[in-house]
């Protein structure tokens, strides 16, 4: 019976602890009124901001961005949930299958845990890697800033009153 008291502790303080793990930064609410606002894609066809490759990158950002801190955040909380739910459910007898379901939820915490540790260890170790070649912009290496430089207008072309050509720059 202590045992079952012990297994019954450690259960509710993981699914306590699932509930507030992935809280929200200010840059994460930021990717994802980005893409609700403006959406994926930073330019138009048409316009005074055409496409550029740049813009391409621009848009890989956006979609890194919102599966970084709109996506898999809200999923692991879910995910998590539902592992503590399983893990509770099986410890007091309302699922059926005991000690599989119990191996089922361990799985599954193990899965989100592994899942959360490659998605973002990799951001982290290009950022250390980043960091230690000295790469001069370390700082916010992951934001893409498209510089737009438009073409100079043409000349106008007006005639003088001798009837020759004058060339005028605005």
């Known amino acids: 019976m202590p045992q079952m008291k012990f297994r ?11 509930l507030f793990s992935f809280p929200q930064t200010a840059s994460a609410i930021q990717a994802c009124d980005i893409v609700h606002q403006q959406g994926i894609v930073p330019c138009t066809l048409t316009g005074p901001q055409p496409c550029t490759l740049c813009h391409f990158f621009q848009m890989l950002e956006r979609i890194i961005n919102y599966l970084l801190f709109c996506v898999i955040p809200p999923l692991a ?4 949930v539902l592992g503590g739910a399983m893990y509770i459910g099986a410890i007091f007898e ?12 361990k799985s599954l915490f193990f899965a989100v845990i592994i899942g959360l540790l ?11 890697f980043l960091n230690a070649l000295g790469y001069t912009r370390a700082g916010n290496w992951w934001e893409i ?8 207008s043409p ?9 020759q050509p004058v060339k005028t720059f605005s």
């Open 8 to 18: 019954l502790i450690f259960s509710l303080i993981v699914f306590s602890l699932s």
């Open 77 to 80: 909380i879910f995910m998590l």
């Open 94 to 105: 309302f699922l059926p299958g005991g000690m599989t379901t119990v191996s089922k939820a």
């Open 118 to 128: 490659i998605s973002y260890g990799a951001w982290l170790l290009i950022h250390l």
């Open 145 to 152: 800033e498209c510089q737009i430089t438009q073409a100079p």
């Open 155 to 163: 000349p106008l072309v007006t005639t003088s009153p001798f009837n």
